[in-house]
């Protein structure tokens, strides 16, 4: 198709679309108001089960099979990309001598801030229930961490302290445990992914029920994903090279 | 005017398919399909928003926003993060095969 064909395509498309979004949004109930159904609903069974944070229990509990569709998809786009970034038959990883030199202040900060980043992903992910984060949040603060040792050290230090094996069978040990976890409800209750555990007092570490074990399922998932998906994208920059 | 959160939402879905008309470099694109995906947190956020109202969270003082839409906008924020992984993986691959990123330059049949 010509670049003008195309534009004419576009138009034609955004006026219709953009003409069915106008209409659509001028019945819109006015931006800021007082009625919210939803929430009506969500905030007291949240809080009925030992849930303060009310997004936490929605994704864990309350809606918990979609977020098995929405770490699946996680899944199968970390798998995708894996298998997209994997050195070709004329490829080699080869790792380059001279890795350049890191400024002294970007050391000392990475290496200061590679524990804080640490405590901070595990209090977002175990603590997902009770106050705002949860394991999606926490899994990237956690990735996070590990690269950090990329940019303060070197990508030789990185490749040695984080073994990707490791991290794919962690990926799809988490991934697992979720649906496990949906299994037993099933079995126990008649109901896949049903709160199970003891929902315990409200405020507690131990509370919410299953909330808190899917919470640390997804942010072990989360973790290694990302871990996985930049290991790819490294490799790719860093270390994959064409042989001939 | 109390609809111009959604409006706000509409622009971007269309403003960023624009962008992927526009492109001349597949990155671009790629950056693009992720403006037109973040119209929908824009309007599911503001669908659940209330003028005073504090974060979900219990013990906040005071009515709390819709935590559904919520909740919804987490899902989607990590769909379109994984989907942006994704497509950079191919942009990689296509880079390396066809040693351009115009998608202009890709419109030929490859066996």
Known sequence: MTRSARWIVFWLGAGGVGALIVLALLKMPSFGGLVHPYRELSVPAAIGRS?????????FDQRALDTLGEE????????????????????REQLDQDEGRVLEATKLLGYLMLPVTLIVGLDVVTHGHLTPGGGFQGGVVLAT?????????SYRMLRRVRPKTWYQVAE?????????????????????LANIFPRG???DLFSSGTVFYL?????????????????????????????R | MSLLPYFVAGWLLLIGCFGVVRSRDLIHTVVCVAIAQSGTYVL???TGFQYGASAPVQGAPGPVVDPVVQALTLTDI???????ALLLALVIQIAKRTDTVDPDKLDELRG
């Open chain 2, 78 to 84: 990590v769909v379109s993060a994984t989907v942006t």
């Open chain 1, 215 to 243: 919470n640390v399922a997804v942010g072990a998932e989360v973790t290694s994903g990302v871990v996985v998906l930049l290991s790819g994208f490294l490799a790719q920059a860093l270390s994959v090279r064409e042989v």
């Open chain 1, 145 to 153: 961490a590990v690269h950090l040792l990329y940019v303060a050290g």
């Open chain 1, 51 to 59: 849930a303060p944070n009310i997004v936490s229990s929605v994704n």
């Open chain 1, 72 to 91: 699946t998809i996680l899944l199968g786009s970390v798998v995708g990309a894996a298998a997209l970034l994997r050195p070709s038959k004329d490829e």
């Open chain 1, 201 to 203: 007092v409200l405020g």
């Open chain 2, 44 to 46: 599911l956020l503001s």
């Open chain 1, 172 to 192: 799809a040990v988490a991934g697992g445990a979720f649906v496990i976890l949906g299994l037993v409800g099933l079995l126990l209750t008649g109901a896949f």
